[in-house]
């Protein structure tokens, strides 16, 4: 029976995943206080240009000026490199829309972001004076495709960014008090933000700044535009060939695995058929099964949680250091384990119950009060 099996020990891998977890969060919530700050600067282009330069060097201007600017870069690359190690050691990368919106917008971060730091470091190491005027000159004279550009790059980040701020936010207990109040500020924001760029152009056009303007070689010569584009291009395609390798991996570590069934019984809807090398929790998403995940699986809500009730053939590994810790908080018992967390083998065969049903969330509505009165709300 189940307490023969050692379900929860020590931690398989040492801090790797904690690590991993907490260089994601952090990385992207520096990131997502870099957009917010430039959404807001551009705000100001509803008043003037002037006002949205006066107000750069307290916005915009602390992400990118100085010993910052190498700071957020090193905050890009890390969010990048440390999303695509989670893609692939996530054991699927099916999931809700919301977790494919998520994955896709991440791994255009690196390149849409990257390509705008590229441009403007690469115009102030060439002497230019890198201010609003300028930069709504360049994209709304001289290369509009690149003020294109921008709108797809402030659409994609705050998108990725609000909705890993979300994910993040409605594992915890305490956020669903205020979560309501953040979703007007998510629109607001880059609607502001977009109407402000565009007024902002439409001042620059107003002012007469012609066909002349871009040929006059005072405007011209000093900017590398054609270097600027050689180098964000190769970002773009690196970007792109990683992207492509990480999935790449996952298919060749997936079809090394054989895809051989186990078998997984649950009380309520009878027996499912995860793949080898998957998480129960992708096995319930295989099965078209709901079930509760707060945090899409990552292992931080507890609320995917399941009582393993009896154990044959292989039994699973030990608790990671990340589960386990969940696992403590939560405190269900030694026979409960995190179904996004939970890999099952070759020859597994597990009988599980829910700890909390499928439409769980912590806003204590009738439907989402745990199965049993024992059971208690994940801190």
């Known amino acids: 029976m189940i307490k023969d099996i050692p379900l929860s020990h020590a931690p398989s891998r040492p801090a790797q995943q904690k690590t991993m977890r907490n260089l994601r969060m952090f990385s992207g919530l520096y990131l997502l206080g870099y957009v917010t700050c430039h959404l807001l600067n551009l705000c100001l282009g509803v008043l003037s240009v002037d006002a949205m330069d006066a107000a750069r060097p307290y916005l915009s201007g602390i992400w990118t000026n100085g010993a910052a600017s190498y700071v957020t870069l090193t905050m890009l690359l890390l969010h990048y490199f440390v999303g695509l190690w989670s893609i692939y050691q996530r054991p699927s990368i099916s999931g809700t829309a ?134 964000t291009n190769w970002v773009i395609w690196l970007s792109a060939g990683l992207a492509v390798l990480v999935l790449a991996a996952r298919g060749l570590r997936n079809w090394m695995a054989q895809n051989v069934r186990v078998t997984v019984t649950t009380q309520d809807i009878g027996r499912i058929a995860p793949l080898t090398g998957q998480s129960l929790l992708d096995g319930f998403r295989r099965a078209d099964q709901p079930h509760a995940n707060l945090c899409s699986g990552r292992g931080r809500c507890g609320t995917c949680a399941v009582r393993v009730l009896d154990v044959a053939g292989n039994p699973p590994p030990p608790a990671s250091a990340l589960e386990q810790m969940t696992l403590d908080r939560i405190n269900k018992g030694d026979d409960v384990r995190l179904a996004c967390q939970l890999p099952l083998e070759h020859g597994t065969e597990l009988t599980v119950a829910r700890v909390f049903p499928p439409d769980f969330a912590f806003d204590s509505t009738p439907a989402a009060k745990p199965r049993h009165d024992t059971d208690e709300v994940p801190a």
């Open 98 to 231: 919301q977790d494919l919106v998520q994955a896709l917008s991440g791994l255009t971060v690196l390149p849409l972001l990257a390509t705008h730091a590229i441009g403007v470091s690469m115009l102030q190491q060439s002497g230019v004076l890198v201010d609003y005027v300028l930069i709504n000159r360049i994209f709304w004279l001289s290369n509009p495709g690149i003020g294109l550009t921008q709108v797809v790059l402030l659409s994609v980040v705050w998108v990725h960014g609000c909705a890993g701020l979300f994910m993040w936010l409605r594992a915890k207990r305490a956020a669903a008090g205020y979560l309501p109040y953040l979703y007007p500020l998510a629109v607001a924001v880059p609607v502001l933000a977009l109407i402000g760029f565009a007024q902002a152009g439409r001042i620059v056009l107003a002012e007469g700044a012609g066909p002349e303007l871009i040929r006059d070689p005072a405007f011209v010569a000093p900017i590398p535009f054609g270097l600027i584009k050689t180098v």
